[in-house]
């Protein structure tokens, strides 16, 4: 029995491999497609730039259809692909427009540094009683 586990281990791996890779394209695609159909994003981006990422995502979903028993390097391949597209596209939208849709919140100040109103001299968070 044990024979036979690592006889199929190879091919698991691989199979694995695969599916990984599968599931990174279509996961990349369909999220890359709610990206655009959100609200806040859809107006930040010129209307040509929105089509071509459409169709894009609609080739790689159609080819992913098509190609459910492609290889690990097609489906790699592929990703790529979609990536060179939408990403400059969606790099240019967050530059453009200042930052990620709905902002990042303000993280009060930089990295190591204490956040705006807290105390060097309190030794931990000031509780109230309340009656």
């Keep these: 029995m044990v024979q036979e ?11 694995k491999k695969k599916v990984d890779a599968k599931n990174q394209l279509e996961n990349y695609a369909y999220n890359m497609r709610n990206s655009i159909g959100d609200e806040k994003v859809a107006g930040k981006i010129d209307a040509d730039d929105k089509k071509k990422i459409e169709d894009a ?4 979903i159609s080819w992913l259809e ?4 492609a290889e690990v390097d097609e489906f790699e ?3 790529k692909e979609l990536e060179g597209i939408c990403n400059p596209i969606m790099a240019k939208m967050y530059q453009g427009g ?3 849709p709905g902002g990042m919140p303000d993280m009060g100040g930089a990295a190591g540094e204490a956040p705006p109103g807290a105390g060097g001299s309190s030794s931990g968070p000031k509780i109230e009683e309340v009656d």
Excluded at 5 to 15: G, I, L, N, R, V
Excluded at 66 to 69: E, F
């Design 5 to 15: 586990a690592e006889k199929y281990k190879a091919e698991d791996e691989e199979h």
């Design 77 to 79: 391949d592929k990703l």
């Design 66 to 69: 098509a190609n459910q028993l």
């Design 57 to 60: 995502i609609e080739g790689a």
């Design 98 to 100: 200042g930052g990620m």
